[in-house]
């Protein structure tokens, strides 16, 4: 059954490092987005990624981070210089639909960011 | 203020009994309703994806039920089994809205106990 792929499981890393969270979406799908889940917390959202460009963000989604789909494949969530808040696991997600239509999404596993 | 609400927050059961998990929300206009499990440390799986004309939707031993004009929906598991221990998600369309459109809920940890 096709998935949702991200790497890495866990990283840490340093307060103010930069950071890149990589991601292959189902590859028939066309809408690409990343969520966020502080530990214990409920997921949110971050933005959303259609025909090459950002097609929404949220308020959290400021300037430190930035999204890339290099090539017909992976999808990266990129974040400038790391803060302490940013601890989080992170997932990407896909879907082939539009999620007005009833389009199912599909998430990753996470990537689980430790920021000390 | 577009909010999902679920109960109990947390649930123990035992092996083999039934449960009922509830999601109230508030969100305006409303496209459809979906229920996630999750997995500690794992992503979200969708179980149901239900639209306003929809009464009840089932998954196996899952059961979602929506009543749209009360914004009221739950998820019935049926027989539970120690798989079936995981949060379970409540997720809301918000039909035009921003943030993304999908509003998520808290979810309800469930453990089903042996």
């Known amino acids: ?116 | 203020k577009n909010q999902v609400e679920q109960s109990p927050q947390s649930l123990i059961i035992l092996e083999g009994k039934n449960c009922t998990l509830q999601c109230n929300y508030t969100v305006s206009p409303f496209s459809n309703l979906r229920w996630y499990k999750q997995d500690t440390g794992r992503g979200p799986v969708s179980l149901t994806i239900m639209t306003f004309s929809e009464n009840t939707k089932s998954n196996g031993r899952y059961t979602a039920t929506l009543d749209a004009d009360t914004k009221q929906s739950s998820l019935h598991i049926t027989a539970s089994q120690l798989s079936d221990s995981a949060s379970y998600i409540c997720v809301v369309f918000n039909y035009g809205g921003s943030q993304g459109n999908l509003i998520f809920g808290k979810g309800t940890k469930l453990s089903v106990k042996p």
């Open chain 1, 1 to 116: 059954e096709p998935e949702v792929t991200q790497t890495p499981s866990h990283q840490v890393t340093q307060m103010g490092q930069e950071v890149i969270l990589r991601c292959v979406p189902i590859s028939n799908h066309l809408y690409f987005y990343w969520y966020r889940q502080i530990l214990g917390q409920k997921v949110e959202f971050l933005v959303s990624f259609y025909n090459n460009e950002i097609s929404e963000k949220s308020e959290i989604f400021d300037d430190q981070f930035s999204v890339e789909r290099p090539d017909g494949s992976n999808f990266t969530l990129k974040i400038r210089s790391t803060k302490l808040e940013d601890s989080a696991m992170y997932f990407c997600a896909s879907s082939e639909f539009r999620l007005a239509g009833t389009g199912e999404l599909f998430f990753g596993e996470g990537s689980r960011l430790t920021v000390l």
